[in-house]
């Protein structure tokens, strides 16, 4: 058969199939083909007398079951892929047909019970020249079943079964103009093929990528997300207990000189994760002796305390700040002259402890500065 007798039956089954109203479902099937060839039209020698007739054609093609179908009529599907690894490899004589990696253009179509036929084509718009730069125009193979029994949707099926058909037809085909050829022929096998991910090779453990193998690429990707946590973790509260000798407050006061206290005791942290908030439910912490301090003015108030809270304003805090690992609060006293009346508090959550440090100043001139450094831990059987 000649190349422009096998343009016109690739033309006519594709008017036939335009026509024919054109559908789909989910996963890559890759399809291993063995053919035969027919006959060969090579009249420019392009084929260089490899090819014969007899000569077995092997290779395979790929298209995804998920493609949408681009035929709204229910007798026919049409399934357009334009993306690796999709389209076909044939290999024969020395020479590769192949779908062109870099431009893919690979349709499926399906007829079904167009009355009252079923129909099964493939065609590869888009392939790789030969070695020679001769143009490659077409890989295409045709099902039919003049019976309309080979297929009862039109959803892209996986490996057809060549028994239901009646019509086998396999054309490669070169340039309609100039150097010309065709190599005719019909599949004889065809039986699905293995690929990464298929049911007997399944991606494995910590193959994130999904090319079945887990190496460096995936471990990337871990890193790249490393610590992100979604999980809903709501309301902790947790009981906190002071290390004493780890827990103190330094003032630091112009004329007085600097003094140190120590803390002990507890406090009960809330922490409400999905709202990013916080507050100090209950403070219950002492320092090892009185302190003095200035927390208004004008007037200036003078204050005599030992309590944690009151000196800090835990219990007042408002939560600025919250996330995983840090919390932030502020106490505003709105004083304008001494915004470093302000106490400001921090909370890192480490494992099982908290580290807080805070300051807050005198609302006096010539007044202290009181740097809290605590470290407290959580108390077994807190809620
Ligand atoms: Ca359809
Ligand atoms: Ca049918
Ligand atoms: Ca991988």
Request: hydrophobic content about 40%; overall charge negative.
């Amino acid at each position: 058969m000649k190349a422009k007798e096998i343009m016109a039956i690739i033309v006519v089954v594709m008017c036939c199939l335009f026509f024919w109203p054109m559908t789909a479902n989910a996963k890559l099937v890759i399809t291993e083909i063995e053919a035969v060839v027919d006959s060969v039209d090579d009249d420019h020698g392009v084929l260089e007398g490899k090819i014969k007739t007899g000569d077995i054609i092997n290779g395979w093609y790929s298209y995804d079951t998920s493609t949408p179908d681009s035929n709204p009529s229910i007798s026919g599907g049409r399934y357009l892929h334009y993306t690796p690894p999709y389209g076909i490899f044939l290999s024969v004589g020395g020479f590769n047909f192949e779908t062109d990696p870099a431009n893919v253009d690979f349709l499926v179509e399906i007829t079904n019970d167009y009355p009252p036929n079923d129909g099964y084509f493939l065609l590869s718009y888009s392939n790789i020249p030969l070695p020679s730069g001769v143009l490659v125009d077409y890989i295409f193979w045709y099902l039919y079943d003049p019976m309309g029994s080979a297929l009862s949707t039109d959803a892209l099926p996986t490996t057809p079964v060549l028994d239901e058909w009646q019509f086998n037809h396999l054309l490669i085909t070169g340039p309609s103009l100039g150097k010309s050829f065709g190599i005719e022929g019909h599949v004889i096998s065809a039986i699905p093929g293995a690929f990464c991910g298929d049911p007997n090779h399944p991606y494995p453990v910590g193959d994130l990528n999904q090319d079945c193998r887990v190496d460096l690429l995936d471990l990337a990707i871990l890193a790249s997300h490393w610590l992100e946590n979604n999980s809903p973790r709501g309301l902790v509260t947790t009981t906190y207990e002071f290390l004493a000798d780890k827990s103190s407050i330094i003032a630091y006061c112009g004329r007085g000189g600097i003094s140190t206290y120590s803390i002990q005791g507890t406090f009960l942290l809330t922490v409400n994760f999905d709202e990013c908030k916080a507050h100090f439910e209950e403070v219950d912490a002492i320092l090892s002796k009185e302190i003095r301090f200035v927390d208004d003015y004008p007037p200036a108030k003078e204050i005599s305390t030992e309590s944690l809270d009151v000196l800090f304003h835990m219990t007042e805090l408002i939560s600025t700040n919250v996330n995983d690992t840090s919390l932030s609060f502020v106490f505003y006293k709105n004083i304008p002259t001494f915004p470093g009346a302000d106490v400001n508090l921090r909370v890192v959550l480490q494992n099982n402890s908290a580290l807080i440090t805070g300051t807050f100043s005198d609302a006096v001139y010539d007044g202290c500065w009181y740097d809290l450094n605590a470290v407290a831990v959580a108390v077994p059987d807190s809620p």
